[in-house]
């Protein structure tokens, strides 16, 4: 599975939107990318997945480039409970394991 | 979602006991299982994949004679620490997922934060 980059960690103020960049320059064509959150102390979490599209669920809105080499997760309202760790993971359709990188850190601060 | 529960959500023990920590899918049938481990501040490490009535499938590591997992039915798998040390205090998670190679399917527990004395 190709290799994540994100940025350790990010702040962002309660009420506006949080964005999360991750770089995957090695993704091949099969490969989703998908993002979990981690709040502290607890199983990781689902959030949203997606292949070439954008995708907008409940939660957030994944916004991937053209050449699929980089993505965003959008949390358009973030609330204190958004602090979490947030991992962007890519696997291929066929494969099942998830490998966790190091995720980005955020802060949300009233 | 899928629940996924996890049984104890801690435990203390002694070092040399070994401790068993079970992984319940409530709500679905779980072909494949996960096992992680997580240290402080550190990331989630798979240690172990499951799959119902097979034998488990260990990552470069992971010794399968200290990590003893057990997936005998399609809604329960078990990880027993033997002999715990100090050392293998840590967070450990587990996950579920419904079908193989599906998008979103991996479900997980809680966690069980195991700490040997």
Known sequence: ?110 | GAVVSQHPSRVICKSGTSVKIECRSLDFQATTMFWYRQFPKKSLMLMATSNEGSKATYEQGVEKDKFLINHASLTLSTLTVTSAHPEDSSFYICSASQLAGGPNEQFFGPGTRLTVL
């Open chain 1, 1 to 110: 599975d190709a290799k994540t980059t994100q940025p350790p960690s990010m702040d962002c103020a309660e009420g506006r939107a949080a964005n999360l960049p991750c770089n995957h320059s090695t993704i091949s064509g099969n490969e989703y990318v998908y993002w979990y959150r981690q709040i502290h102390s607890q199983g990781p979490q689902y959030i949203i997945h997606g292949l070439k599209n954008n995708e907008t669920n409940e939660m957030a809105s994944l916004i991937i480039t053209e050449d699929r080499k980089s993505s965003t997760l959008i949390l358009p309202h973030a609330t204190l409970r958004d602090t979490a760790v947030y991992y962007c993971i890519v696997r291929g359709q066929g494969a099942q394991k998830l490998v966790f990188g190091q995720g980005t850190r955020l802060t949300i601060n009233p």
